[in-house]
């Protein structure tokens, strides 16, 4: 008793961020302050950082430096790609856009706007296990579709879309791809050119990086529309003073995170499936989004006849952290739209937990989530009578 363990799951929210990018960010927080556009030695030095940075993104992304333009986060970078491919169509008069069930508020809420504008959105449904079809892509796609906006993998139930050959597809029938790799950025590799992307987006904050910091990387030729206007940072196309501390820290972070990913994914993998394994050895339990095909990290799982959100609360009683669909949506009463996507009932959506591990995770810890979970699905069905 007394030193109860914290156990923090809930990495597809946001991440701890590393040491290593904290480190690299503190002198831009503190003496080397300087607004990188003034023209005197000291904004000279804040400039350089921004540039190094810039450099060492685009080299992990195999892109060009010019290609990426800093934002204020995953969902500004989602924003911006959408304008930009919206704005390219309308100038042809194309103005169908294709997306998935599936993706990231900052995607369908967009979309939902550009729907009473002028613009005819295509919903693609995903199968049961949370995977967009090719087929149903290429047959969505018609002559006025200026773009595809798919992601690469979910961050409710962790699947990996196969953006690669989605790029391909898109890129055989002239449009342009947008891909949301915000969850995937640092876990899987999401570099434009593989993804045959024109268009992506990520975000520090779930690769242990600052939060308050994202990408857009718009291929050369493709020209960000401004969504913010102002002063001419980032070639004119993002107003704003840069945050320079947090473009520090989000390279850094992002080149620990591609260096290490095969052997932080080996690890987290290894942790994940021991969780899973011990969950569904748990009577009325099921895992929701494909098995093999998702994020080492990522567990999103259901209890019959148990409210997702009363068992969030009993695991914070144990010290674990998780979450209920995603951050953004916790909170709302709304069951997740990703879960009823794969055809799960009201209630079954309602049942499920997130559970999302990162780096920092232990076995010790994943031990321990199996064993309070076991033991707050006992007592809810208890108190509810209920027997499985
Ligand atoms: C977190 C997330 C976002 C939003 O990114 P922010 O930096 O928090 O704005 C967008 N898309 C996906 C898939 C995410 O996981």
């Keep these: 008793m007394g030193n109860k363990m914290t156990v923090y799951a809930d990495n597809a929210a946001t ?3 590393s040491p290593a990018a904290l480190k690299a960010m503190l002198p831009y927080l503190d003496e080397a302050y300087a607004n990188p556009s003034s023209i005197h030695s000291a904004g000279k030095a804040a400039a350089d950082a921004v540039y190094r940075a810039r450099v060492e993104l ?37 103005k ?7 993706e990231h508020p900052s995607v369908l809420r967009v ?31 018609r002559p006025d579709t200026c773009l595809v906006t798919i992601m690469a993998a979910n961050n409710e139930i962790g699947t990996i879309q196969p953006a690669a050959e989605i790029g391909e597809i898109c890129r055989k029938f002239s449009v ?28 520090a904050h779930k690769f242990h990086g600052p939060k308050g910091i994202g990408l857009l990387y718009a291929k050369k030729g493709v020209m960000p529309s401004q969504l913010i206007l102002g002063g001419s940072q980032e070639r004119g196309r993002r107003a704003g003073t840069l945050n320079v501390p947090a473009i520090v820290g989000m390279a850094a972070a992002f080149s620990e995170a591609c260096v290490n990913m095969a052997k932080d994914n080996q690890k987290i ?48 009683s144990f010290g674990i952290m998780v979450s209920t669909g995603s951050a953004c949506e916790a909170g709302a009463a709304e069951p997740s739209h990703v879960l009823l996507a794969l055809g799960l009932s009201e209630k079954e959506a309602k049942s499920a937990i997130r559970i999302t591990l990162g780096r920092y995770n232990t ?12 033991k707050a699905v006992g007592r809810l069905r208890s108190i509810a009578n209920l027997e499985f």
Excluded: M, W
């Design 15 to 17: 991440t701890k961020i």
């Design 58 to 94: 685009a080299e992990n992304l195999g892109c060009l430096p010019n290609e990426l333009y800093f934002t204020s986060g995953g969902s500004e970078a989602n924003n911006q790609a959408i304008l930009t491919a919206a704005e390219i169509g309308a100038a042809e008069n194309k």
């Design 96 to 102: 169908h856009i294709i997306t998935s069930k599936i």
């Design 111 to 141: 979309l939902k706007r550009l729907g009473t504008q002028g613009y005819e959105i295509t919903l693609l449904d995903v199968g049961e296990n949370g995977i967009v079809s090719l087929a149903d892509v290429e047959r969505a796609i």
């Design 176 to 203: 342009l791809f947008h891909t949301d790799a915000v969850s995937a950025a640092g876990y899987i590799d999401i570099k434009p050119g593989a993804l045959c992307a024109d268009l992506l987006s990520l975000s």
């Design 269 to 316: 993998a290894r942790l994940r499936d021991k969780i899973i394994e011990g969950l569904l050895s748990i009577p009325g339990a099921k895992l929701h989004g494909d098995r093999t095909r998702r994020l080492a990290g990522n567990i999103n799982v259901g209890f019959g006849g148990i409210s997702g959100e009363s068992l969030l609360l009993a695991l914070d």
């Design 363 to 374: 076995e010790l810890e994943a031990n321990y989530i199996v064993e309070c979970t076991a």
